[in-house]
């Protein structure tokens, strides 16, 4: 009591605020708006006092931010889905046994809380109030892996980091820069076969450098540190799920300007009676699945890959399998709402169909009652069974189905069964065992020459068995390269020939864990120990603590300079060169003569062209010509040519000046110059003119005349205020897609739906059902799951002609 009288009694000094130092400042300020205020204030009484002190420091910071925010623009895209865009498609890619099925599965797990049995097929599902997801795993085989280029939106790349980089990965990779290379993920798995934490660190390291190097600078490398329970770690899938929630996917312009069908349900719908007569006869089938890229016109015709074109019997839009959950919900998917569909893998209980609805009743649920046949057999002996209840029960008894007796049954003519039925069905190949389901269990592995391998040596491991399944691998795998024309030993030279890894990667076989595969050995692999001693930052906690910091990094290992490993591969290289050399045949100057090949070719050539020619071509002549006499003054003679990419020879040293400065880390202030030089040619109304639409009598004017004010404005200005003219550009020219946008969308409401898509057609992003027919046989019968099918619509005037450019590699 007497303490606390006391402590009351006691006097407490006051606070004494501080007059100086930065503590003055901020106390000043109680609140962090006024503070801002303040400093803002500060700066625009005072901006001499927040300039740079170090010019090469201000330098590399605006370098920097210009360079950030030219990341962030892109041309704007028009997007032509006009409800619910269709899924993205995410391809699991990699080499035999390296974990794609499982990786599937636990991703689908994560995202339905459903455990899927099987991977075939396409497998859709929600993984978001605005979107879906459909992974496919990619097939180990040439035709599926350029099928699969062509329609995946992002690619995870599996690599086995006990074993390394395979070929796999590499060949699948060269497909993808070809078609576009959408986005790509590596995730490295098996890493819990490592021992040791140090080995394992700098495996890490050496293959990110190594993904680093094929890809880009800071490409996305996960790590899935091993099974629990037989899955991968929940939180290490949990991470993954979460990039591939928010990942950006920027549309392909190819894939943009046609549509295309992922096939996730495949059906033949060949009247039965036209079978029974002819097995061989064509067929007619029904391809369902989501409407991608532009939308689908009626009476445009398909090409189905690897079958040929067609034209479309019927579409129909059906009501979405696996729709969007209602906007109306505030927060994430309720369980109920985790939706998932995936037919070619018996998911689901109910299929709909375009006449049918199928029940999928689970084995367990469904009684037999087998017990009574043992007692009175189903001779129909017993009073007491009607013939239905014993047709029945006798189905129940069945063996075999209907196909398969058909198959073994012949009809003996002449009194005896021909042999070479027999050797017919042995030469048939795996595909059609497994279409028959003979060997269904193995369906998954039937791509991979060494996966049955696995299989079989696993149960026997003794040194002759192995030799032996040596011996048939071998056989086998110089069988597969004899079916395209070759011989292993030239099938290698081919590769080293025409591959453009051919300098720095070498595809080494060899017989590891019971199979053959194709390690990737690289000449040039940057020591282990270097990259400890250049790459030790962070990387020493837990795989997970990996991933997360990798997350939050994103930027940094954008900007981690590549010294001397690239970022990009030296085996692109011989690309380029390969397209330079292939100069010699121009489609255009086979067409429109000479005069045309001056727009790929150096102005140069132009003017040597004669005056005739010029004359007689000028309703061709590219707009660039027109420019090209009063243009001269702009950097570089070719800047105006149709395709400056190629044939683009840099003379002297201005040159390579000039194209230096049009770089962030140039000399901007000669842009100025520029701008005032192709201000002449930009306010030329022949290129930029107004114009006025006859149909709608809707006149445009030419928004170039603003632009030239926003030039001007910009020329007088700061470079940062050019930037922020360039996003204000950018920022309209998005504005005005979405305008044009909704003006359509608004002007397509209006009418009925039947008119609607017959001058629309099918909307991007709706689930169809394509009906083709005459369809060869050996679509169906050798169909499998596994194998997407991808049918793609031909635009008008893409079927008239062919002009394919192929390389011939058989003997
Ligand atoms: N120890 C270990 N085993 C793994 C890992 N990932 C996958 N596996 C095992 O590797 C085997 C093959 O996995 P799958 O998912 O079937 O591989 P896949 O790539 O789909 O195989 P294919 O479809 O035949 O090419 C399975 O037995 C998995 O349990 C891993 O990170 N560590």
Same mark, same amino acid.
């Given at each position: 009591m007497a303490v606390n009288a006391s402590a009351e009694d006691q006097s407490h000094k006051a606070h004494r605020s501080r007059q100086s130092g930065p503590n003055a400042k901020k106390k000043s300020v109680n609140d962090k708006g006024k503070k801002e205020e303040v400093s803002e204030n500060d700066r625009k009484r005072n901006p001499k006092a927040f300039a740079f002190n170090s010019s090469v420091k201000a330098k590399r910071l605006q370098a920097r931010s210009v360079e950030k925010e030219q990341r962030r623009l892109h041309v704007p895209v028009i997007d032509r889905c006009y409800g619910e865009p269709a899924p993205y498609v995410i391809v699991v890619q990699g080499p035999p046994q390296v974990g794609k099925s499982l990786l599937i599965k636990s991703l689908v797990k994560h995202y339905t809380k459903h455990n899927l049995p099987d991977v075939r097929g396409p497998i859709t599902i929600v993984s978001g109030k605005q979107r879906r997801l459909q992974f496919v795993e990619c097939p180990n085989e040439i035709n599926g892996m350029i099928d699969a280029a062509k329609f995946a939106d992002l690619t995870l790349l599996l690599i086995d980091g006990a074993y390394g980089f395979e070929m796999e990965t590499f060949e699948f990779l060269n497909i993808l820069h070809n078609h576009g290379l959408p986005k790509v993920m590596g995730v490295l798995t098996h890493l819990d076969k490592f021992k040791d934490a140090k080995k394992l660190r700098k495996t890490k390291q050496r293959l990110k450098h190594r993904f680093w190097t094929e890809i880009r600078t800071g490409a996305k490398l996960f790590y899935l540190s091993g099974l629990v329970h037989g899955k991968y770690p929940k939180r290490e899938v949990h991470n993954l799920a979460r990039f591939i929630s928010v990942m950006k996917f920027q549309p392909l312009s190819w894939r943009t300007n046609h549509p295309y069908v992922l096939v996730d349900r495949f059906e033949d719908v060949t009247p039965p009676e036209r079978v029974h007569t002819n097995n061989k006869c064509d067929r007619n089938i029904t391809l369902y699945g989501y409407l991608r890229g532009c939308n689908l016109k009626y009476g445009t015709k398909v090409h189905i890959a690897g079958v040929g074109d067609f034209e479309l019997a019927s579409v129909t839009n059906l009501a979405d399998p696996c729709p969007l959950p209602s906007a109306a919900k505030k927060k994430g998917l309720r369980d109920k709402e985790k939706l998932f569909y995936a037919p070619m893998s018996g998911l689901g209980d109910l299929l709909y169909d375009k006449d049918a609805v199928y029940i999928n009743i689970n084995d367990h649920f469904v009684q037999y009652s087998k017990v009574d046949d043992d007692k009175d057999g189903y001779s129909g002996k017993g009073k007491d069974q009607d013939v239905g209840e014993v047709l029945v029960k006798s189905l129940q008894s069945t063996k075999y189905s209907v196909d398969e007796k058909l198959e073994k049954s012949f009809i003996s003519l002449f009194g005896r069964k021909p042999d070479n039925s027999s050797g017919a069905r042995s030469d048939t190949n795996n595909t059609l065992e497994n279409s028959n389901g003979i060997h269904e269990i193995e369906s998954s592995e039937k791509?991979?020459?060494?996966s049955q391998e696995v299989d079989r040596l696993g149960v026997a491991h003794d040194a002759d068995d192995s030799e032996s399944s040596d011996e048939d691998d071998l056989i086998k795998r110089k069988a597969k390269f004899e079916s395209v024309g070759t011989d292993e030993e030239e099938y290698n030279d081919l590769l080293d020939e025409n591959s453009p890894v051919e300098d720095h990667m070498k595809e080494h076989v060899e017989f590891h864990e019971g199979r053959f595969r194709r390690k990737a050995v690289f000449g040039n692999d940057v020591e282990s120990d270097d990259l400890m001693d250049s790459d030790e930052e962070g990387n020493d906690g837990d795989d997970s603590d990996i991933n997360d910091e990798k997350m939050s990094d994103y930027d940094e290992d954008d900007e981690q300079d590549d010294a001397g490993m690239g970022n990009t591969s030296k085996w692109k290289e011989p690309l380029s060169e390969r397209t330079r050399s292939r100069q010699h045949v121009n489609l255009m100057k086979l067409v429109y003569g000479k005069s045309t090949d001056i727009s790929t070719t150096s102005s140069n050539e132009a003017h040597d062209t004669s005056d005739e020619e010029n004359d007689g071509g000028d309703f061709f002549t590219p707009v660039g010509r027109i420019n090209k006499n009063d243009s &001269?003054?702009?950097?570089? &003679? @070719?800047? @105006?040519? &149709?395709?400056?990419?190629?044939?683009?020879?840099?003379?002297n040293d201005l040159d390579i000046e000039s194209i230096r400065d049009r770089f962030v880390t140039g000399d901007w202030s000669k842009a100025a110059l520029r701008n005032k030089s192709s201000e002449v040619i930009e306010n030329d109304d022949s290129v930029f003119a107004d114009f006025e639409d006859l149909e709608t009598g809707e006149k445009y004017e030419s928004f170039h005349a603003e632009n030239t004010t926003d030039a001007t404005v910009a020329e007088d200005g700061s470079d940062k205020e050019d930037e922020a003219n360039g996003s204000d550009y950018h920022d309209k020219m998005k504005e005005e897609i979405e305008i044009r946008k909704q003006r359509n969308k608004a002007e397509l409401d209006n009418i009925d739906e039947a008119f609607r898509l017959k001058i629309e057609g099918f909307q991007s992003g709706t689930y169809v059902r394509l009906e083709v027919h005459g369809v060869s046989c050996e679509m169906v019968e050798h169909f499998d799951p596994c194998q997407p099918i991808l049918v793609g619509g031909i635009g008008?005037? &893409?079927?008239?002609a062919g002009y394919m450019q192929v390389k011939h590699i058989f003997l």
């Open positions: 791509y991979q020459p060494g &001269e003054v702009v950097d570089g &003679e @070719n800047a @105006n040519s &149709e395709d400056c990419s190629k044939h683009f020879k840099i003379s008008p005037g &893409e079927d008239d």
